[in-house]
């Protein structure tokens, strides 16, 4: 679906039976243009919980994010999807997801001032859902490489984390103002992330002084191991195993920094 409305679904999570969750369509502007991102979580839960910006893949805000946007939710987070691209682009293809992924990760103060004003407006929206003191960003594929620039922006999240993300970054050195943890889930014979872009990040990392960061590559796995709609043996491909290894590494490391607020 190109378009999100309001809506009760049922996702089947990992290791755990069917949850109502409410999705939850909120627009916004930046700099006068018209954005929609969406609320997701489960409001069978009472009280405020974490929240997890999460910058989906290339094709960007679509009920498919949400049902990822769900997964990672489950019954302990409520997570914001943000809308990278304006409400007038929604891509329906390979190829239209291609251009407006280019041309934000062609501007990369463009994907740092649209990331973070997802993550005020999911501050300023979420209302009493929302423990807003425990905030951290995620994001899969196109959306791993915008939370990692995101962190180097300085942003003041608890944690960052990118699933099968590009590496990639034109100033190495902003890196030294990442504040929060960051957790690269990579997959080891992902053909979109070369080995080349891996080692340059991992001189970046430890390039930065004090950032707490972990790459962990996960064998066997290609580019979008967590959707399970990928089916494109050797390149784009769904691998269930290696998906609930990173979403454990996930929840782990968000247990940690939350736990630590």
Not at 157 to 182: E, M, Q, R, Y
């Amino acid at each position: 679906m190109r378009q999100l409305a309001a809506a009760v679904m049922a996702v089947s999570m990992i290791g755990a039976a069917q949850a109502a969750v409410v999705v939850q369509p909120v627009g916004y502007e930046i700099d006068g243009e018209p954005f929609e991102g969406a609320l997701v979580y489960d409001d069978s839960v009472s009280g405020p919980r974490p929240g997890l910006v999460m910058v989906p893949n290339w094709l960007g805000v679509t009920d498919r994010a949400a049902e990822k946007a769900a997964r990672a939710a489950g019954q302990k987070y409520v997570v914001f999807v943000a809308d990278m691209y304006g409400k007038a682009t929604r891509p329906a293809d390979a190829n239209e997801a291609k251009a407006a992924a280019s041309a934000v990760r062609g501007d990369r103060p463009l994907m740092r001032k649209r990331a973070q004003a997802a993550v005020d407006v999911f501050r300023e929206q979420a209302g009493e859902v929302l423990d807003e003191d425990r905030l951290a960003a995620i994001g899969f594929c196109f959306g791993g490489g915008s939370v990692l620039e995101l962190a180097r922006s300085g942003a003041d999240l608890k944690a960052f984390v990118s699933f099968h993300g590009n590496l990639d970054t034109p100033n190495p050195d902003d890196a030294k103002a990442i504040k929060a943890p960051v957790l690269v889930l990579h997959g080891a014979d992902d053909p979109s992330v070369p080995k080349e872009q891996v080692d340059a990040f991992i001189v970046e990392m430890q390039g930065a002084e004090d950032v707490d960061w972990q790459f962990v590559g996960y064998g066997g796995a290609v580019h979008s191991f967590t959707d399970p709609y990928a089916n494109v043996p050797g390149r784009n491909e769904y691998n269930p195993t290696v998906a609930r290894r990173a979403f454990a590494a996930m929840n782990d490391l968000l247990d940690e920094v939350f736990a630590a607020n």
